[in-house]
């Protein structure tokens, strides 16, 4: 009976831990995707503000190294609810012609039927592939031109 009693303890004690876990996960903070862009800060800022209006996001604050952006609100009537991201970009120097970009994306929703308004940093969304992908091409096609223009 006792080993029962200690088998069922063991296994309480176990899922506890084990939501512990994922609870720790959802309340520490979460940090920004990165990547590295070759070109120095100044022109993948100038990318970086092209990328946010190819993407159709408003930038917010823009200054040499750091720059916020929003979307557009996404309203469903069936949910009753308003989503929109916000994104934060912060650029470091990461070496000779090489530039780090921090990229964090919070979704900001608002709810009649939830009570009100959240934000949720978000770990994984498909944001942030978009967007390092568009930065990409945008520095491809500045340095197609530049090279261009030497011509």
């Known amino acids: 009976m006792k080993l029962i009693r200690i088998s069922w303890l063991l296994v309480i004690a176990s899922l506890f831990v084990a939501g512990c876990e994922s609870v720790t996960d959802r309340f520490s903070a979460v940090p920004p995707k990165v990547q590295v862009f070759n ?13 946010f209006k190819r993407l159709d996001f408003l930038v917010t604050r ?24 916000a994104v934060k970009l912060h650029l470091n120097e990461a070496g000779p012609g090489k530039t780090e970009v921090e990229l964090s994306v919070t979704e900001q929703v608002q709810s009649q039927r939830m009570g009100g308004t959240s934000q949720l ?20 096609g500045n340095a197609t031109d530049r090279s261009a223009g030497k011509n």
């Open 39 to 51: 070109g120095d800060t100044f022109a993948v800022n100038a990318a970086a503000l092209q990328a």
């Open 121 to 140: 940093a978000m770990r994984e969304h498909g944001f942030f592939q978009l967007y390092f992908a568009t930065l990409q091409q945008v520095m491809e």
């Open 62 to 85: 823009s200054k040499s190294v750091d720059i916020e952006a929003v979307s557009r609100i996404h309203t469903s009537v069936a949910f009753a609810d308003s989503r929109q991201l």
